[in-house]
């Protein structure tokens, strides 16, 4: 008689899997991700292409993809204003970008779903614990900026294009050339008085600062502010096909 085997247990389904692509000033960023943000691939990046038109755009994006292994759908975040996937503001691209339905092209391009969001935005949903006000702040090339309330994006902002300090925005004072201009200890100072502003004019709950810059803030934050990790810009991929 043959001994009992034992049943092992079906693999938990990870659901669909996501491409996440984050778009920046400077690289383009990927992963695959599973239905628990966990990725099924390496992070990888390539520069970005200059100049960066659409089609150069979705090029770089397709080498990356060629790399990831399968995925079902596709996520993205572009830095500037996006509605319903088309791109409205490309302020660190190319302007041939504007007015182009990017979620559409890349659905095109792959045969899969894709959505399309404001970079902020991505960055905030994994960022975000989901109570009262919260706002999501990203250091790179540009600024880029989010609102959400209880867990839900209320807003993607224009922050980096208003007035800040003597007649500049604050994509000009805080932007990575005035990073590299200026040094990091002007940087901070001009940081400090725009959380400060931030603050006054928001009231939020929580302040999130991402991107590749936040790593050069030397200052102590306020309480309710935290350093969120760059890799927010894919993680919250998933979370943009879950809202």
């Not at 085997?5 to 692509?21: F, H, M, N, Y």
């Not at 984050?22 to 990927?30: E, F, H, Q, R, V």
């Not at 807003?155 to 007035?163: G, K, M, R, T, Y």
């Not at 001009?190 to 929580?206: H, K, V």
């Amino acid at each position: 008689m043959k001994p009992a085997q034992k049943k092992t247990a079906a693999p938990e389904s990870r659901g669909p899997l996501t491409l996440a692509i984050d778009i920046g000033g400077s690289g383009i960023k990927s992963a695959v991700l599973d239905n628990d943000h966990k990725p099924t691939s390496e992070f990888r990046r390539l520069p970005t292409p200059h100049p960066a038109t659409p089609k150069a755009i979705i090029e770089t994006i397709a080498k990356l993809a060629e790399q990831e292994g399968p995925f079902e759908r596709i996520a993205c975040g572009f830095p500037g204003v996006i509605k319903n996937g088309v791109i409205y503001t490309a302020a660190n691209l190319s302007p041939k970008c504007i007015g182009v339905n990017l979620a559409a092209d890349l659905e095109k391009k792959f045969g899969k779903p894709a959505r399309v969001a404001n970079d902020a935005a991505v960055q905030g949903y994994a960022a975000v614990e989901g109570h009262g006000l919260e706002l999501a702040i990203t250091l790179g090339t540009g600024v880029g900026s989010a609102l959400f309330l209880n867990g839900k994006l209320a807003a993607s902002l224009e922050l980096a294009h208003h007035p800040f300090h003597k007649g500049k925005t604050y994509e000009e004072i805080l932007g990575n050339k005035a990073l590299q201009k200026h040094g990091k200890k002007h940087w901070n100072k001009m940081l400090q008085e725009a959380i400060e502003n931030w603050s006054n004019l928001f009231r939020y709950d929580w302040l999130y600062i991402g991107g590749g810059n936040a790593e050069c803030i030397t200052f102590k934050l306020p309480a309710n502010a935290k350093i969120k990790p760059n890799k927010d810009g894919i993680f919250g991929g998933v979370l943009l096909w879950q809202d």
